[in-house]
């Protein structure tokens, strides 16, 4: 029987702690739809602050977040926005713009690291004088970190050229920082400068940092107020979120430290899965908290079999193609699980048992 537990799915598994959940208990709340939860008022300036912008928003998901953004910059229905084709706003949010916005997406090429070239942001722009056939391009999306290439990072200087390019051509600039906070731990850089470029930005506090649920949109005033009436719209609007708001406080002032040492711990685990024969792992593109691994024609499984095999030890892991995983690392998971989760996947591999016979 398997003992131990070891969640390596994605950095949404995270529990409350437990001054989370007493901070949840003593909350103080009121009705936030009609604007009066204090808990709820509290976080939402602390995260303005952050990033360096007006006025924030809390909504219950960070898909309805970037949801929200999006319409609110492009509230004509027919207009376009530029991202990357790997980015989570374009794969992994049911196609959300374009089903309830009416917005087209427009993608460019993610490079390895997350980026997308300039001039081919710049080449996707639709020329206005042709709108007798074009889209109209409202505006630029960047995720930071980005998940799909590893949680790589996207610079301050990167995101101050493509908002220097947005302004050039009257569009807006929206960043996706689901993991905005394990960017800015990675690379020394306050979250604020990271997202100086953006006209708008979310934040998951229940991602790295461990809040059990919500995103925090922030802009200027004018823009959270619109983005306050879409939230209604799309069936955000909750009432005494204070509950969820006083653990989301907590994880912002008690977590945001603890992510560099999720980040240590994750290439730890990359540098002992790479040295397993049959498997690889691009060393360079472990920045933060997620690894990525092939399993190579030459270990004689694959991704459903390792995956099934790690689970009856008690690792559970999320499946990125036939031959490729993901592992996301998390406050929760300590050094121990990471050398035990090396350890059984080593076992796995080489197709020695462990001491009770499992492969």
Known sequence: ?????????????????ETMRAAMVNAEVDDDVLGFDPTAASLEKKMAKIMGKEAALFVPSGTMANLICVLVHCQIRGSEVILGDYSHIHIYENGGIS??????????????????????????????????????TRLICLENSHAHSGGRCLSAEYTDKVGELAKKYGLK????????????????????RLVQAADSVTACLSKGLGAPAGT???????????????????????????????????????NVEKLEG???KAKILAAGINNIKGLKVDLDSVETNIVFFDILKESGTNG?????KLEAHGVLAMPEGPCKIRLALHHQISEHDVQY??????????GLPDKNGVN
């Open 1 to 17: 029987m398997v003992t131990r537990r070891v969640d390596l799915r994605s950095d949404t598994v995270t529990k409350p702690t």
């Open 99 to 136: 089903t309830l916005g009416g917005v087209h997406p427009r993608t460019v090429k993610n490079n390895e690291d997350g980026t997308m070239d300039i001039d081919r942001i710049e080449e996707s722009i639709r020329d206005p004088s042709f709108e007798i056939c074009y889209p109209t």
């Open 173 to 192: 600039l929206h960043i996706d920082g689901a993991r905005i906070f394990n960017a800015s731990v990675a690379l020394g850089v306050s979250v604020h």
């Open 216 to 254: 925090v949109i922030a802009g200027s005033k004018d823009f959270i107020n619109k983005a306050k009436i879409l939230r209604k719209t799309l069936g955000g609007g909750m009432r005494q979120i204070g509950v969820l708001c006083a653990a989301a406080i907590v994880a912002v002032e008690e």
């Open 262 to 264: 999720d980040h240590k």
């Open 304 to 308: 459903d079999e390792l995956m099934k």
């Open 341 to 350: 989760t090396i350890s059984c996947i080593q076992k796995i591999v080489t």
